[in-house]
């Protein structure tokens, strides 16, 4: 039966048929290793498989009590107690948060550090190349103008017999080429009168006639213009050089990949002041989760230390009522200056058989008995606070026998007193055994090449045929099997 243990949105989740009735959980191991999951005969992964049985199935294995001496475990135990799953659900999303806040800081610092190590290279080439300013277009102009400059005498000289040969200045009758087209136009707008025909060669001449006498118009400004400048030729010159120096050193062709080269400079120097407003808001971020997360961790703290003194007082109970009478059982309580996965609490468990002896950690000082004592103990004060409807002991007794381990069946039966709790104990201890309601025989048999494990429950007859076996050996004597009906008869 599994209703009353919110079950059913676990079921719908992985779209199987939900009877609370009734659940079966089963696990099938072909001889060839392989396995196949099932919940009330669907098919399953062993992850649902897995996430079910653990939200109904407590199972003690043999060597559970090696869980005593984690201290993660012992603090699970105390938060069991202090029922606060909703509190330290916070706190935890917010430690995994400051966490990666953490791992996201330190990785932005090392990527801050490495390209700080560049940052005065970058910020010396942006300088110079700020200083330099290049232009768009600007070495091949300045090529053109190296040349112009270069040969200003050559090209002055020519300008002027251009200029000369076309205002007819170099004539000594002052006819250049301009006067010749001039007379030729006159003499063609005559015959025109006459003969139509050419009227269109006389149009043309006279736009030849206008257009030269605009080139040299221009020749002989630029003429003018012309002059021979050291000063400039050198500051041309030297600005030229300084541009393919720039443009050898940075690996590039022209000026327009040198202004290129400059943004993508100012883009990185840019990114490292985004990577320090990204680091500040980094660290802001975590101090305010930290103070968040300070304030939780002294609430859990708060109801830690409230059920740590449930668990002494109920924990001492129970190994009294296992024959430990004069024990000692305290959980010690440190607080961490750092933040913890689950607050600031460092959780011990201290022990002491007797009280001469002062109380030392759990794992130090208990032997296999007394661990599997304080192990029952936990697990008895826990089970009231989970209310797991399954709770199962495989050899939990280890270490014990007589009067301690009838003590121990005592307890395991005020377990499944709880009508909505059963508890199954794997056992060779018949004071164990005997306080079952319900008794099954796990036996091996070799046979085919291969062992086989086979369950059967008992009858009553069977039942006390076992429990003489247990309490006398191989051979079964009329004393032992009324040993066994007198252990079956003891009332809890």
């Known amino acids: 039966d599994i209703e009353g243990y919110d079950m059913q949105p676990i079921f719908e989740e992985n779209e199987l048929d939900y009877e609370p009735a009734e659940c079966i959980l089963r696990r099938e191991v072909a001889a060839n290793g392989k396995s196949r999951a099932f919940v009330n005969d669907s098919p399953v992964n062993v992850a649902v498989l897995r996430q079910i049985a653990l939200r109904l199935l407590d199972i003690h294995s043999q060597h559970s009590n090696l869980l005593l001496e984690n201290p993660a475990f012992q603090l699970g135990i105390v938060d069991t107690i202090a029922d606060h799953s909703e509190l330290l659900g916070q706190y935890r999303g917010l430690y995994a948060h400051i966490t990666e806040a953490r791992r996201r800081l330190k990785e932005a610092e090392e990527n801050l550090a490495k390209r700080q190590g560049d940052e005065d290279y970058l910020r010396f080439q942006l300088d110079q190349l700020d200083e330099f300013k290049p232009q768009p277009g600007e070495d091949e102009e300045l090529r053109q103008l190296q040349s112009a400059l270069s040969h200003a005498e050559d090209i002055k000289v020519a300008l002027s017999e251009v200029d000369a040969m076309l205002n007819g200045s170099d004539n000594e009758d002052g006819a250049g080429a301009i006067d010749a087209l001039r007379r030729s136009y006159q003499t063609m707008q005559q ?73 993508d400079i100012r883009s990185q120097l840019s990114s490292l002041t985004d990577s320090e407003d990204n680091i500040q808001a980094l660290r802001h971020q975590i101090e305010a989760d930290t103070v968040q997360a300070k304030k939780l961790a002294e609430k859990l703290t708060a109801g830690r230390v409230k059920a740590a003194k449930q668990v002494e007082k109920l924990v001492k109970d129970s190994l009294v009522q296992m024959d430990m009478p004069a024990c000692v059982f305290c959980v010690s309580m440190e607080k961490a200056e750092e933040l913890l996965p689950a ?150």
């Open 343 to 492: 607050g600031q609490d460092i959780v011990t468990f201290l022990f002491s058989a007797n009280k001469s002896m002062a109380p030392r950690p759990l794992a130090d000082v208990a032997s296999g008995g007394e661990m599997s004592r304080v192990m029952l103990a936990l697990k008895a004060l826990t089970s009231r606070q989970t209310h797991l409807p399954t709770i199962i002991f495989d050899e939990i007794d280890t270490g014990v026998s007589g009067k301690v381990a009838s003590s121990m069946a005592q307890i395991m039966a005020q377990m499944s007193s709880n009508a909505s709790q059963q508890v199954l104990a794997i056992t060779h201890l018949p004071q164990i055994a005997a306080k079952g309601n319900a008794h099954f025989f796990v036996y091996k048999e070799d046979g085919s090449g291969r062992t086989l494990t086979h369950i059967r429950q008992l009858d009553p007859e069977q039942r006390i045929t076992e429990l003489a076996h247990m309490l006398s050996g191989s051979t079964v004597t009329e004393a032992a099997r009324e040993n066994a009906r007198q252990l079956l008869k003891d009332p809890l």
């Open 191 to 263: 015959i025109a009168k006459v003969y139509p025909a050419i009227e269109d060669y006389l149009n043309r001449l006279e736009s030849v006639v206008i257009e030269v006498r605009d080139i040299a118009g221009d020749i002989s400004s630029r003429a003018e213009d012309v002059e021979y400048n050291p000063a400039r030729l050198q500051e041309v010159t030297e600005r030229l050089d300084n541009l393919f120096s720039l443009e050898q050193k940075h690996h590039v062709g022209s000026a327009e990949e040198l202004i290129a080269l400059a943004e």
